[in-house]
């Protein structure tokens, strides 16, 4: 069978691909692989490449058609290096110290059960702020999502910034299980559309679990020239609705 090559299907990675952080399961591997001969697959992460690498393979570039690291700011096609964006030029360095400055004493004021190390990740296109630290363990991970779900530390701090630094044309996007990252606004995931043109694709579905407002899927899910968006709380649900949406006879 042929490829279509106007059609793609993007893929979020934790909670859709992947369980958060851990590796991609063979038998995903397989049904994105039986998926390409169908249609072109891309993924779009929140995260830098390296973390999207430790979850989909070392040779992951070459697993999907278009790879998006950091909402599509770092960019491959076919394997080959598209693009790469700078949030650096986009503030300046004044800025980006008066930022990480609010953050890290906001943090230390901050009263949650455990804190563990490395509150801010500075990223190419981004910066990603984890009340707890982003060094905390597995089960500290889920622990702190269950609280954060409860106390709404994130959304709370989130508010707070977008008040102090309202003049800094910046957006916030809560993602993953501790953490929120923090763009210039329209370097959310639509950002990554910008390299798949409009007269090459027709057809273009999005498969992700933050697809609410807020949540760093949403944008790209409520995008005008996403055809059909799925909402997954699991891997295990992603694997169904492709089976069912693109194999069933």
């Not at 393979?57 to 690291?69: H, K, Q």
């Not at 190390?117 to 707890?132: A, D, H, K, Q």
């Not at 809560?174 to 390299?195: A, E, M, N």
């Not at 992700?208 to 005008?224: M, R, S, V």
Request: proline content about 3%; aromatic content about 12%; charged content about 25%.
């Amino acid at each position: 069978m042929s490829q279509n090559k106007n059609t793609i299907c993007l893929f979020d990675v934790d909670d859709t691909l992947t369980k958060p952080r851990n590796a991609i399961t063979n038998e995903m591997k397989e049904l994105l692989v039986s998926l390409r001969t169908k249609i072109k697959i891309g993924v779009v992460g929140g995260s830098n490449f390296i973390k999207i690498k430790e979850q989909l393979g070392e040779n992951f570039i070459n697993d999907f058609d278009y790879v998006f690291a950091e909402n599509g700011l770092i960019a491959y096609k076919d394997g080959s290096l598209l693009e790469i964006q700078d949030i650096k030029k986009y503030l300046g360095e004044e800025n980006i110290k008066k930022f990480i400055n609010f953050v890290l004493h906001y943090i230390a004021d901050l009263d949650i059960p455990i804190k563990r190390g490395t509150f801010i990740e500075f990223r190419n296109g981004m910066l990603n702020v984890s009340p707890i630290g982003r060094n905390c363990s597995q089960q500290e991970r889920e622990e702190f999502e269950k609280y954060d779900l409860e106390h709404k530390i994130r959304s709370t701090m989130v508010s707070i910034l977008k008040e102090e630094f309202k003049s800094f044309g910046l957006q916030y996007s809560i993602g993953g299980q501790i953490s929120f990252d923090v763009f210039p606004i329209g370097w959310d995931k639509t950002y990554c559309l910008r390299h798949l043109p409009d007269g090459e694709f027709k057809t273009l579905y999005f498969f992700g679990d933050k697809t609410f407002l807020g949540g760093n899927d949403y944008e790209i899910a409520n995008h005008p020239r996403i055809t059909q968006s799925f909402t997954v709380n699991s891997p295990s649900d992603t694997l169904a609705i492709l089976n069912d949406f693109f194999f069933k006879k």
